[in-house]
């Protein structure tokens, strides 16, 4: 794959292991894909084919997929009609991200 994890991603991933959360704004909930099952996840979506230079790494727990770029920024893509032009841009970083976490599940 092109775009790997995000370092700020990985450290939180060894740091707080949360893997569910409620943010303020978007995702407003978000769910993350264990690290080994990434790869398959974005295999099986589709991931390479219909958005390419994104990385997929979770959901929304609904219909969007969350995300990276190649520059670490993090976007929700539907499951459905998943393709670069759908992409939304939600933060600049993952950092950004767990910044508006209000609720840890």
């Known amino acids: 794959m092109s775009v790997r994890l995000p370092e700020d991603y990985r450290r939180y991933l060894e740091t707080d292991g949360t893997d569910a959360a409620v943010t303020e704004g978007d995702p407003g909930y978000f769910q993350l894909w264990h690290p ?27 219909g969007e997929m969350l995300a990276f770029d190649a520059t ?30 209000t609720e840890r599940r």
């Open 36 to 62: 080994d099952e990434i790869e398959e996840m974005n295999r099986s979506y589709g991931v390479i084919e219909h958005t390419p230079g994104y990385l997929g790494f979770g959901s929304d727990g609904g």
């Open 72 to 101: 670490g920024a993090v976007f929700m893509l539907p499951f459905v009609g998943m393709g670069p032009n759908e992409a939304k841009k939600i933060a600049g970083s993952w950092t950004e991200v767990t910044g508006r976490i």
